[in-house]
């Protein structure tokens, strides 16, 4: 059984993000599942850092966005949005070339907040950093 308030279209989650950052450096959402969200991007000159590789900050991008995007098709946006409170993110091996994977999928879902954990596999399906991130869950005007 499917946990989101509604399933928009992959069509729709990418335009949503075409005109910020997940846009700019490539970023795609690439699957909704019942439970799950999927999104790649691309390891190129815009997510490299100096030394060739993919920077941290680009994973936690890639992160950040799974985990928001899920936590808002969670709730009612009618009466509720979300807003992220924490993440952290461990880097355990570099990429290169190639793209990325993430998998968002939720740890907790609450009343006041979610939490979230991201997977990041390389191009070969090898863990490359785990993340997760708190999400606080606000009522619209503040009730």
């Given at each position: 059984m499917a946990i989101w308030h509604t399933t928009p279209t992959l069509e729709q989650l990418n335009e949503s993000a075409a005109g910020c950052m997940p846009g700019h450096i490539g970023l795609e959402i690439t699957e909704l599942g019942d439970d799950y969200l999927v999104g790649t991007l691309p390891v190129d000159r815009r997510t490299r850092q100096p030394f060739g590789i993919l920077h941290g900050g680009a994973?936690?991008?890639l992160a950040e966005t799974l985990g928001s995007i899920g936590a808002n098709?969670?709730?009612?946006?009618a009466k509720f949005y979300c807003v992220g409170q924490e993440i952290n993110a461990n880097h355990l091996r570099p990429v290169a070339e190639g793209e990325v994977t993430g998998t968002a999928r939720p740890v907790?879902?609450?009343r006041s907040s979610q939490v979230w954990e991201i997977r990041i596999t390389d191009?070969?399906?090898?863990l490359n950093c785990i993340s997760r991130i708190t999400m606080?869950?606000?009522a619209h005007g503040g009730q």
């Amino acid at each position: 059984m499917a946990i989101w308030h509604t399933t928009p279209t992959l069509e729709q989650l990418n335009e949503s993000a075409a005109g910020c950052m997940p846009g700019h450096i490539g970023l795609e959402i690439t699957e909704l599942g019942d439970d799950y969200l999927v999104g790649t991007l691309p390891v190129d000159r815009r997510t490299r850092q100096p030394f060739g590789i993919l920077h941290g900050g680009a994973s936690v991008v890639l992160a950040e966005t799974l985990g928001s995007i899920g936590a808002n098709l969670a709730v009612d946006t009618a009466k509720f949005y979300c807003v992220g409170q924490e993440i952290n993110a461990n880097h355990l091996r570099p990429v290169a070339e190639g793209e990325v994977t993430g998998t968002a999928r939720p740890v907790h879902i609450g009343r006041s907040s979610q939490v979230w954990e991201i997977r990041i596999t390389d191009p070969n399906g090898k863990l490359n950093c785990i993340s997760r991130i708190t999400m606080a869950v606000v009522a619209h005007g503040g009730q």
